[in-house]
């Protein structure tokens, strides 16, 4: 079982930046889906971006689009999230997870392997 490990989290202000990385260990990345989920108080888990790390392919939900930039250092086994234009509605526990190379970034069910989350926190 992969295991994850979230780091990057904080506060920023509305229209600040924030890296967030997400470290593997137990089996190498570049043949999974890893993906970043966000949750907020009272909302359901959401698929942010995710990256095909054989391929190099993403997906981003709409509301994060030319924003966050999700990118992988297969060397390092680390998956990073550069978000950029924080609004106060990004704030949430943000999830990094890896799946199957098929899993599919708006279904969190199949994500097998989690992280424990960081918080990223939006506000003036």
């Known amino acids: 079982q992969v295991q994850l490990v979230e780091s990057g989290g904080g506060m920023a202000q509305p229209g600040g930046s924030l890296r967030l990385s997400c470290a593997a260990s137990?089996?190498?990345?570049?043949?999974?889906?890893i993906g970043w989920f966000r949750q907020a108080p009272g909302k359901e888990r959401e698929g942010v971006s995710c990256i095909n790390t054989r391929t190099g392919s993403t997906f981003y939900t709409d509301s994060v689009k030319d924003r966050f930039t999700i990118s992988g250092d297969n060397r390092r086994y680390t998956v990073y999230l550069q978000m950029n234009n924080l609004r106060p509605e990004d704030t949430a526990t943000y999830y990094c997870a890896a799946g199957p190379i098929d899993s599919s970034c708006q279904g969190p069910a199949s994500f097998g392997s989690w992280g424990q989350g960081t918080q990223v926190t939006v506000s003036s």
């Open positions: 137990g089996f190498p990345i570049y043949n999974f889906i």
